[in-house]
């Protein structure tokens, strides 16, 4: 079954900075747009970023500037790094794969990592 495995996340400063990775498995990653989601407590989970398989990006307003997405789509990992990291980027990330290889769209989560931004 498809998997999609989160880590990087973690406590920091504000300020500082996270490098967050989501490794696919068993899916056709190249057909798939990858992205990055975020719910904070009581909050609904919105989207922070996506990058399709030629590489053009999205960013939430929030985040412009401060978080980059990326993908290698020979590891088949797509990456988020956060710098001057906010307290009010504190929620729990999700790994976000949405496409696929025909015309039926088909959507796969990750499990979550949890961003504290917190001094």
């Known amino acids: 079954q498809v998997q999609l495995v989160e880590s990087g996340g973690g406590l920091v400063q504000p300020g500082g900075s996270l490098r967050l990775s989501c490794a696919a498995s068993?899916?056709?990653?190249?057909?798939?747009?990858m992205g990055w989601y975020r719910q904070a407590p009581g909050k609904q989970r919105e989207l922070v970023a996506s990058?399709?398989?030629?590489?053009?990006?999205n960013y939430a307003d929030s985040v412009k500037g401060r978080f980059t997405i990326s993908r290698d789509n020979a590891k088949r990992t797509v990456y988020l790094q956060m710098n001057s990291l906010k307290p009010e980027d504190t929620a729990v990330y999700y790994c976000?794969?949405?496409?696929?290889?025909?015309?039926?769209?088909?959507?796969?989560w990750g499990q979550g990592t949890q961003v504290t931004v917190s001094s």
């Open positions: 068993k899916l056709t990653f190249s057909a798939y747009v």
């Open positions: 976000n794969a949405r496409g696929g290889p025909s015309t039926t769209i088909l959507n796969y």
């Open positions: 990058i399709t398989n030629g590489g053009g990006t």
